[in-house]
Every structure is written in structure tokens, then in C-alpha cells.
């Protein structure tokens, strides 16, 4: 259900005005349940490319805090690389702004912990962005798991082979070295690939198998890049308190790139290629899934998820994409970069999430 446009719309205020804003921002213009009233950013030039954007100039601030001083903004929307997340998410949740965060929402287990009992304490709503919720596929796979299609899941296998990281991302500058880098370089930035990249996968998985993580064993590196240090290359194994088992492998050196993805049920086998679902079960050949969701809109993702969030801001309800759900595929990755540096297998319960 929309919310009715004859509402009064939330003021919005958004903090981070780079590249991964635009999609943000792009939604949120063209929403009648939303008005974006502040911008903060340190370029004064992308404050400035959005508000030529917008039908009513909003409010400019070069320091975040300024804008969680402005009482005109209720939500504030927090688009920044994710060594910051906590730190902000923290700050907007105590000045008793309600946040639509991007993912992750800590670059460690411990912040994202502190973070998650702010929630609760604080009582406001607070979304995770990961708005691969809403595209068709992840969908569409949801819906043939829950009709029973393959039966309980025993194993889902995936692969995401890509290339490197856009090379003109936002230069983090290292406070111990001074050394500037492309922040998604940098392990003190990103707290990993896992966290940065896979953890969407991650998410994926988590709304299929529904059920908590119990242990990781990963491996993985720079191989490839050697002018970083997030990995370039890992993989791992995850298993859930139900018996299901995960299995994953990313690159980001892979040319031409290529993603696979299968579910492994008892009684049947789940394909997913190019958007394209088939259903395997030993009775001749696959058949494609027809899926019996509502045909799709041609939005963005980026508006489901917002109106999904607006929902729960106005009934102060707990949203789909909740800090609670965050944190379980945040598990993984934490757990498999433990994994890593330490070169043994992890349990969620070291993580004390």
C-alpha cells in the first residue's frame, strides 16, 4: 500500500551526495510522501548538483551535525562510505531522527551492536538500504522456496565474478599513514569486500534459509591488486542452526565478470541464470518458474524500499530491511573476515551478535 499523497510529506534530509546518492536522491524527488529539505556533504559542488535537481532548494550544511540540528528534518538519509555509518546512524538516532542507512551498518560487530541497541533504545525506525530485496529475481526466488517448490533447502551455492571497483570512488585518506586511496581500497573504510560487496548476497540468503548462523570458514586475499588492502578473491562456507549449508566465492578481477546461483532442496533443484529461475526435480526436464507476483512495475528498487521504510516511520512499526535483519547477513561477513586473519573456522557466538 502507497501512502496517501495528500499526507504531509517527510522532510528528508540526506548526508553523503557522491555517487551512490543519485539513486537515493533520484527516487526520493519524484516521491509525493517525501520532500528532501538538507544536504550535507564536504563538496559544496554535489550539494549544488542536487538541489538544481529538486523543485524546492533544500538547505545546505558542510558538517553533518549542522543538519542534525535542523528541526525542519524528521529522516535523515545516510549515503557516506561505511567507516561512517555507525558514527552518523549514531549521532541522527540521539537527536531523534529516524534513518534510512546504507549498508553496512558498522564496519566491526561491536559498532554494529551498539548501533542495533540505539534502535531499541532510542525507539526511533531505522532502515538498512539494500535494495536488492526488491529486484524481481531475489523476489521471484523467494516465492518459489516459500511455495514448497524444492522442499526444505540443504544448499545454496553462489559465485559473483566481477571487475574492479569504479577507480574514481571517493579517496579515503588513512589518519595513521596520510596515504590517500580509493576508499573501497581500504580495510579501515569498508571493513571488507565481504561487507561492501557480498553482503547483499548475504542478505539474500538469510531471507531464504531463515534460520540463524551457527559457524564460517573462509579463505581469501589480495591476489590479484596489490595497491589495497580489501580482498580481491575469497570464498567461504556458512552453515545455519537448520542444517542448511552455504557456499560462496567472489572476484573482483574476473573479466566480463558473471554471477551463478542455485538452492539445493530435497526435493528439487533451484537454477537461477540472467534473471531466468528454473525448477529441477527428476521428473523430466526443468521448467521455467511462473512466478504468480504482481507484474513488475519498471520503478527503481530504491522506491519499494523507501515506501516500505515510510510505512514503518508512520505507523512507528519495525521496517523489512530492520537493523535486526541487517545484522544476520553482517554475521557472515564479519565472521568470514575473522576467518581470514585468523585462519580458522568462526562461530556466530565469538561475534557476540
Known amino acids: 500500500m502507497q501512502l496517501d ?28 510522501e517525501a520532500r528532501i529539505v538538507a544536504l550535507a556533504d564536504l563538496e559544496s559542488d554535489r550539494m549544488a548538483e542536487v538541489n538544481g535537481q529538486l523543485a524546492q532548494k533544500a538547505a545546505t550544511y558542510t558538517d553533518y551535525r549542522e543538519l542534525l540540528k535542523d528541526k525542519n528534518v524528521g529522516v535523515v538519509v545516510i549515503v557516506t562510505p561505511g567507516y561512517l555509518h555507525h558514527e552518523m ?35 526511533q525506525v531505522l532502515a538498512v538500504s539494500m535494495q536488492r530485496r526488491y529486484f524481481r529475481a531475489d523476489a521471484e526466488t523467494r516465492e518459489a522456496v516459500e511455495a514448497g517448490a524444492i522442499g526444505p533447502i540443504r544448499l545454496i551455492t553462489c559465485s559473483e565474478l ?71 578473491l575469497a570464498t ?12 560462496y566465492s567472489f572476484s573482483c578481477f574476473a573479466p566480463g565478470g558473471g554471477n551463478t546461483f542455485s538452492i539445493l532442496g530435497d526435493r528439487g533443484l533451484l537454477e537461477r541464470k540472467g534473471g531466468r529461475i528454473t525448477i529441477a526435480t527428476g521428473r523430466g526436464a526443468a521448467e521455467e518458474w511462473k512466478s504468480k507476483l504482481p507484474a513488475a512495475s519498471g520503478e527503481a528498487a530504491e522506491f519499494e524500499l523507501y515506501r516500505d521504510f515510510f510505512r514503518s516511520v508512520k505507523e512507528r512499526s519495525e521496517p523489512v530491511l ?32
Open 5 to 32: 499523497a495528500q499526507q504531509a510529506p517527510l522532510k528528508i534530509g540526506i548526508i553523503g551526495c557522491g555517487a551512490r546518492a543519485k539513486a537515493h536522491w533520484g527516487a526520493l524527488k519524484n516521491m509525493p
Open 89 to 123: 546512524a549514531l549521532a541522527a538516532l540521539r537527536a531523534g531522527k529516524d534513518v534510512m542507512l546504507e549498508k553496512p551498518m558498522a564496519v566491526n560487530a561491536a559498532e554494529a551492536r551498539e548501533l542495533e541497541a540505539e534502535v531499541r533504545r532510542s525507539k
Open 162 to 232: 566481477r571487475g574492479d571497483w569504479n577507480p574514481r570512488s571517493w579517496q579515503y585518506t588513512d589518519p595513521a599513514t596520510g596515504k590517500k586511496t580509493n576508499w573501497r581500497y581500504s580495510k579501515k573504510a569498508t571493513g571488507s569486500t565481504e561487507l561492501e560487496f557480498s553482503v547483499h548476497a548475504f542478505a539474500e540468503v538469510c531471507s531464504l534459509v531463515k534460520s540463524p548462523l551457527v559457524r564460517v570458514a573462509a579463505s581469501g586475499g589480495t591476489v590479484h591488486y596489490k595497491d589495497r588492502d580489501t580482498r580481491d
Open 236 to 247: 567461504l562456507i556458512a552453515e545455519f542452526a537448520n542444517g542448511a549449508r552455504f557456499n
Open 322 to 353: 530492520s537493523a535486526r535483519v541487517a545484522m544476520e547477513p553482517a554475521r557472515i561477513a564479519y565472521a568470514a573476515d575473522l576467518s581470514i586473519a585468523e585462519n580458522r573456522m568462526v562461530t556466530a557466538s565469538e561475534l557476540g551478535v
